[in-house]
């Protein structure tokens, strides 16, 4: 049976776009989703509490100025979404929800006005419900797996397991690239190249955490160009994360639509047209992460962090540096970059949250509930409200290496980093992104548990099935155009 809305016969067709009973908030103002990162929060502060310099949670306003310097996770966390409204990361990032209630109630400066500002539907954070239910158990599962007397920030660390392989993943990349240097081989370039598939698990998994645990790690994204780990935590963090597969999840409507992403084609996506811009993001995050760093240090002084946006473009300084000629250094650095975005961007960016169901034994689940992907998508029938609900009918999980708990365990995390392993557990890692990714296996019990008991539809599926399954989506969809979108 074909699903709803799709044609399998090479024909291009749109995703049915209509309106749902949960579509989340309103998309923000589209002349700044793909701009700069701080026109973006401006658009949100303007959009969520009228450019006020409170905090919103749930219907509550709060001035959190006094506690920044004493969160647990961060100052800087709290910076981004002033003036926002920090509802889902406010529950997302607290697996201890009562403790985090404490803390904020102390703040508290009024109610929101009913209708006084109006960004959209909201999701539901109901005490017997699903989210807060799986939330409550998983933090039972890990206080009495790692001891109750334990920090909550640090049961949701990383394991010195976890420490020690994220260092040998760090390794290989600098011993790889040192050697495509030294030897001018595009064999170790490809090498690297693959390489840096692992510097984005770490990154990745570091960079949700509390930036007073994280410390540097979140920069090993950096070395990917047109990455910039202080951008991504706005990007995929507090938007993609919150809200994924809605409207307003920016991440998503960068490789679904035709925003202001570098690309001004107004022809509907195409298999070659979306390849070629993973092809081409290595030259042109490049120079922007350059254009970053300069401004960066000019406007902030050599103590702001001006380099790791720079550092796509000194890794071709350093293949020059080691004695290849600049024509040589340019090609070496191309096919580093190239073997990566090729191999790693078709694959992480959307498989997770917009593959298409190849036909496999989830055919007749996913056509029953009226969808045409794995993961259920805005304009899809099935929208649900309950906050925890939605992040795990809107991903879609594969597993190939972190299930190998016979392994030794950094090897199981070093394999895991290395290969995908960031997008293992992905449902988890969206209910809970400051979780390690290291405590995933302590809580996936108790987790799937609970969704049977709600009969949530929790899914899994092959990785080489959801792979074939993001490059049928990309041939068989137009791209969406962002004033359609935003006019829903
Ligand atoms: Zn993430």
């Known amino acids: 049976m074909t699903p709803q809305g799709v044609t399998f016969d090479g024909g291009a067709s749109v995703i049915p776009l209509t309106p749902l009973s949960r579509t989340g908030r309103q998309a923000y103002p589209q002349g700044h989703l793909y701009s700069d990162i701080d026109g973006h929060l401006k658009a949100r502060r303007t959009a969520e509490t009228n450019g006020s310099f409170l905090w919103r949670v749930h219907d509550k306003l709060y001035d959190l100025t006094p506690y920044l310097d004493f969160h647990p996770g961060g100052r800087e966390w709290l910076e981004r979404v002033r003036g ?4 889902e990361a406010f529950e997302a990032h607290h697996l201890d929800g009562d403790k985090a209630e404490r803390a904020l109630s102390k703040f508290y400066v009024r109610e929101v006005e009913p209708g006084e500002f109006d960004c959209g539907d909201r999701f539901t954070y109901d005490a017997d419900g699903f989210w807060r239910t799986v939330r409550e158990r998983c933090l039972v599962a890990l206080k009495g797996a790692v001891g109750p007397s334990t920090s ?18 760090l390794a290989q990349f600098i011993s790889t690239f040192g050697l495509a240097c030294v030897s001018g081989s595009w064999l170790a370039a490809g090498g690297c190249g693959l390489t840096m598939a692992g510097m984005w698990g770490v990154g990745h998994n570091y960079l949700h955490q509390s930036e007073k645990k994280a410390g540097w790690w979140p920069y090993a994204l950096n070395v990917v160009p047109g990455i910039n780990a202080e951008e991504f935590k706005v990007t995929h963090a507090l938007s993609h994360h ?8 920016y991440e998503s409507r960068f490789y679904t639509s035709n925003g ?16 070629m811009k993973a092809a081409f993001i290595p030259i042109l995050g490049a120079f922007k992460g350059a254009g970053t760093g300069i401004k960066k240090l000019v406007a902030g002084g050599p103590g702001s962090a001006w380099l790791p946006p720079l550092f796509p473009a000194a890794q071709l300084g350093l293949y020059r540096a080691a004695g290849n000629s600049w024509r040589e250094s340019l090609k070496l650095w191309m096919i580093q970059m190239t073997v990566h975005t090729l ?10 949250h917009n593959a298409v169901d190849p036909n496999d034994d989830g055919a007749e689940l996913i056509s029953k509930q009226g969808r045409s992907t794995y993961s259920w998508q805005e304009g899809q029938p099935g929208g649900v409200d309950d906050f925890g609900e939605h992040q795990v009918i809107s991903t879609i999980d594969h597993s190939i290496l972190s299930r190998q708990q016979h392994l030794p365990e950094v090897l199981v995390h070093w394999l895991s980093l290395t290969c995908f392993g960031y997008l293992n557990d992905h449902a988890l890692h969206h209910l809970f992104p400051a979780l390690d990714h290291s405590k995933h296996a302590i809580v996936r019990d108790v987790f799937e548990q609970t969704c049977r008991e709600f009969k949530v539809p929790y899914q899994e599926r092959g990785a080489i099935a959801m792979a074939a399954g993001f490059h ?11 004033h359609s979108i935003s006019k829903l």
Request: hydrophobic share 45%; glycine share 4%; charged share 10%.
């Open 84 to 87: 926002c409204d920090a509802t």
């Open 152 to 169: 909550t920030l640090d049961a949701t660390s990383a394991t010195p397991a976890m420490q020690i392989a994220s260092g040998m993943i």
């Open 242 to 249: 919150l809200v994924p597969n809605l409207k307003a999840d």
């Open 260 to 275: 202001k992403h570098g690309f001004t084609n107004p022809e509907p996506l195409s298999l070659r047209y979306w390849y």
């Open 343 to 352: 191999a790693f961007v078709p694959f992480a960016l959307g498989v997770h």
């Open 472 to 482: 049928r989506y990309v041939q068989n969809h137009q791209v969406v155009p962002l």
